[in-house]
């Protein structure tokens, strides 16, 4: 699981969460009204979470995704 700040066009917040919601393994957590978005990623693999990041930053009305925590955990460890 990992989780990330993106930010975006103010006045095309909505928009830009809506197309984040309907990414896969993605959920948005919070924002404000200055753009800034927090959302979480949920993945297998830690390359899908790196090219789901660049899909965000590719989405036209982002500025910046930046991930602020990460941390994965291969199925054949222990969880306590």
Not at 6 to 23: A, G
Not at 33 to 58: A, F, M, Y
């Amino acid at each position: 699981i990992s989780s990330a700040v993106v930010l975006c066009q103010p006045d095309r917040i909505k928009e830009v969460i809506d197309q984040i919601s309907d990414l896969e393994g993605l959920e948005v957590h919070g924002f404000n009204p200055e753009g800034k978005i927090v959302v979480s990623i949920e993945s297998q693999t830690r390359n899908n979470i790196v090219s789901t990041l660049e899909d965000i930053g590719k989405l036209e009305a982002v500025l910046s995704s930046n991930l602020v925590f990460h941390q994965f955990e291969s199925a054949n460890e222990e969880v306590s």
